[in-house]
């Protein structure tokens, strides 16, 4: 079995064929040009694009969209994480959480549409504390990762090594259930 997945996040992009490729599943990328839905749902924003994509694809394929969750203002930044960094940055982060709760989680909604224009979606979500400083490898497309600590941990996601990264992560627990879902269906 082969998935599109549309995404130009290279990081995202290794974590998923990594993924569905021990499920025997290969994954093909390919860039698309949304317009992003400005909603505060992350599952109106992935079926939003793939309503998009379903007009002018028919293959299976994949799409998904992650935002960041702070305990301490619910919903936000949610599906504006991208947004709220490039406005604020780390010392903005630092600004908005001081005093407040550093709890938060991430979250990623996998949106599939099968052949028959039916699309689902599959959500996963990690938990974990928005560290006090800037910790690990920069990641333009993932700028977060050098903030989150995911619970049972005592480093930041960017600190992780990829294996560990890839068991908890948010991202792979939706293609988990992604996988479920297609494994119903293996003869």
């Known amino acids: ?9 290279k990081d995202k992009i290794n974590e998923v064929k990594y993924l569905l490729l021990k499920d025997g599943i290969k994954v093909k990328a390919k860039k698309f040009q949304f317009d992003e839905l400005a909603s505060v ?3 109106d924003v992935a079926i939003g694009k793939a309503r998009q994509v379903g007009a002018i694809m028919s293959e299976p394929f994949i799409i998904d969209d992650a935002g960041i969750f702070f305990d301490a203002y619910p919903n936000f930044p949610g599906a504006f994480t991208k947004h709220v960094f490039k406005a604020v940055g780390y010392d903005g982060i630092f600004r908005l959480l001081k005093g407040k709760s550093r709890g938060a ?4 909604v996998i949106a599939y549409k099968e052949a028959k224009n039916k699309i689902l979606t599959f959500d996963g979500a990690c938990r974990g ?9 920069i990641s333009h497309s993932s700028p977060f990762n050098r903030l989150f600590i995911p619970d049972g941990e005592d480093k930041t996601f960017s600190e992780l090594d990829a294996e560990r990264t890839i068991i908890i992560s948010h991202r792979a627990k939706a293609v988990r259930k992604l996988v479920c879902y297609l494994n119903k269906f293996k003869k």
């Open 41 to 43: 749902n992350l599952e």
């Open 105 to 108: 989680y991430f979250k990623c």
């Open 1 to 9: 079995m082969q998935i599109t997945f549309l995404s130009e996040n």
């Open 129 to 137: 504390t928005i560290s006090t400083a800037v910790e690990g490898k």
